[in-house]
C-alpha cells in the first residue's frame, strides 16, 4: 500500500491593514487657523455694532436721559409720541427734497456715464472732474457752499454777471429757498458715487453688442435702451436703495451749513438733537429705531418692484 504524501499549502500572507491617517499639526492649523482669522472682526463687529444696536432698542422704551445711573420703562409712549407729535414726524417731509434731488442726480450721472464710457475727448478729465467732489471731506463741502450761497457771494455774483441778480439772495437764510439749496449741494456732492457706479457697469458691457446694433440700424437711444439699462439693471436697483436710503437720513450737509434752521430740519439732525442737546437718550433712540425700519420696508418694496435677477444680452 503506497503512501501519499501531502504537500503542506504555503501559508497566506495577511493583508496588512490600511494605515490609519494621522491628524498632523499642519492639518489641525489649517482647519482652525481661518476661524482664528474671524475672531478679531467678529468680536469687533459684535462689540461695536450689535451690542450698541440692543442697547439702543432697550433704550428706546425707557424715558434715560443719558446721564442718571438710573431710568425708567415707559413701554412704547416713545414710538407714539414720534407719530403724534408734528414737530418730530414733520420733519420727515423735508427727506422729500432730497429725494427729487436724489433722482436727479441719478439722471445726471447716468447721462455722464453714458456718454464718457465712448470715446471722447478729454474723457478721462470729465471723469476726474464729476468723481473729485465725492473724495472731499463733507465738513470742507459745507464750508464752500456757505460761502458760495452768502449773499454777495459767488453765486449772486455769477446771478448779477448774466443780469439774473434780483431773484434770491437769501439762499440759506428763506425757509422757502434753503431746502432747494442744501439739495442741490447734495447733489454736487455725490454725483461722483452714482457716475462712477453707472460708469463701471457701462464698461462691463460687451462692445460687440454695440457693433452688432449699429449693423441693424439702431440708434444711440435705442442702444441706451435696450443694451445699456437691462445691461446695468442691478446697479440702477442698488442706486435707488441708497438714493432713498440717503434722502431718509440727510445729515451732514445740513447740518454743517444750517443746522437745522429755517425750516431745514431734518429727522436725522432731529435726532441728535434730541439725544444729546434736550438728553433724551431713550426718545432719540426709537426715533432710529423707527427711521432703521422705514429703511428696511422701503428697501424690501424696492426689491420687490425690481429683484435681483440675471440679465442675460446675448
Known amino acids: 500500500m503506497s503512501s501519499v504524501t501531502q504537500l503542506a499549502a504555503p501559508p497566506v500572507a495577511a493583508t496588512p491593514a490600511a494605515p490609519r491617517p494621522r491628524t498632523t499639526r499642519r492639518t489641525v492649523l489649517s482647519k482652525v487657523l481661518p476661524w482664528l482669522f474671524l475672531i478679531l472682526p467678529v468680536g469687533l463687529l459684535l462689540l461695536l455694532t450689535y451690542l450698541p444696536a440692543a442697547n439702543m432698542v432697550g433704550y428706546s422704551f425707557t424715558n434715560w436721559d443719558g446721564l442718571s445711573k438710573t431710568s425708567r420703562n415707559v413701554g412704547f409712549n416713545n414710538y407714539v409720541r414720534i407719530f403724534t407729535d408734528p414737530d418730530l414726524f414733520q ?12 433722482f436727479l442726480q441719478m439722471g445726471l450721472a ?27 471731506n463733507g465738513v470742507a463741502i459745507g464750508m464752500v457752499f456757505l460761502y458760495f450761497f452768502e449773499p454777495g457771494g459767488t453765486l449772486d455774483t455769477v446771478l448779477n454777471g448774466l443780469g439774473l441778480g434780483g431773484l434770491v439772495h437769501q439762499w440759506l437764510g428763506d425757509p422757502d429757498v434753503v431746502n432747494y439749496s442744501l439739495a442741490g449741494a447734495s447733489i454736487w456732492r455725490y454725483l461722483g458715487l452714482n457716475f462712477i457706479l453707472f460708469l463701471g457697469a457701462i464698461q462691463s458691457i460687451p462692445g460687440e453688442l454695440y457693433e452688432a446694433a449699429s449693423i441693424d440700424g439702431a440708434t444711440r437711444w435705442q442702444q441706451f435702451w435696450y443694451i445699456i439699462v437691462p445691461g446695468i439693471r442691478r446697479i440702477i436697483g442698488l442706486s435707488f436703495i441708497l438714493a432713498i436710503s440717503g434722502s431718509l437720513s440727510v445729515f451732514e450737509i445740513p447740518y454743517i451749513m444750517t443746522g437745522g434752521a429755517n425750516g431745514s430740519m431734518t429727522f436725522v439732525i432731529q435726532t441728535v438733537n434730541t439725544a444729546f442737546k434736550f438728553h433724551k437718550v431713550g426718545l432719540a433712540s426709537a426715533m432710529a429705531i423707527v427711521l432703521l425700519l422705514i429703511v428696511l420696508v422701503v428697501t424690501a418694496i424696492q426689491r420687490k418692484i425690481f429683484p435681483d ?6
Open 91 to 102: 420733519v420727515f417731509f423735508v427727506s422729500g427734497y432730497y429725494l427729487v434731488g436724489a
Open 110 to 136: 447716468l447721462y455722464f456715464a453714458t456718454v464718457l464710457s465712448f470715446k471722447v475727448r478729454l474723457a478721462g478729465f470729465f471723469k476726474g472732474v464729476l468723481f473729485f467732489p465725492y473724495l472731499i
Open 309 to 314: 435677477e440675471k440679465v442675460d444680452l446675448s
